[in-house]
Nanobody, 114 residues
Framework: VQLQASGGGLVQAGGSLRLSCAASGSIFSFFTMGWYRQAPGNQRELVAEITSGGRTNYADSVKGRFTISRDNAKNTVYLQMNSLKPEDTAVYYC?????????WGQGTLVTVSS
């Protein structure tokens, strides 16, 4: 299982970014796919996840601003991030899981300037 995340970068507060994570090595339509983030000095935290059935779950801090989606034909999960805030600055990691399988991407840095 390999996960390749992309789309991070530097953006001003109030701006938008779209993260993508392409998975390979398995069929991920039955997997839960998600995004986590880790800011310096903080623990890794869930940002958003989407189940195989399309049910979504968001951290309270991003509700109404971020949208997670998936394209099973492309084995890809997306995170549309709008109205970004400096506190959203972190390394963002994609994750896929099902049963005992729990795989992580390499992380992509998102920096939001004030």
């Amino acid at each position: 299982v390999q996960l390749q995340a992309s789309g991070g970068g530097l953006v001003q507060a109030g701006g938008s970014l779209r993260l993508s994570c392409a998975a390979s090595g398995s069929i991920f339509s039955f997997f839960t796919m998600g995004w986590y983030r880790q800011a310096p000095g903080n623990q890794r935290e869930l940002v958003a996840e989407i189940t195989s059935g399309g049910r979504t779950n968001y951290a309270d801090s991003v509700k109404g601003r971020f949208t997670i989606s998936r394209d099973n034909a492309k084995n890809t999960v997306y995170l549309q991030m709008n109205s970004l805030k400096p506190e959203d600055t972190a390394v963002y990691y994609c994750n896929v899981r099902r049963g005992p399988l729990d795989a992580w991407g390499q992380g992509t840095l998102v920096t939001v300037s004030s």
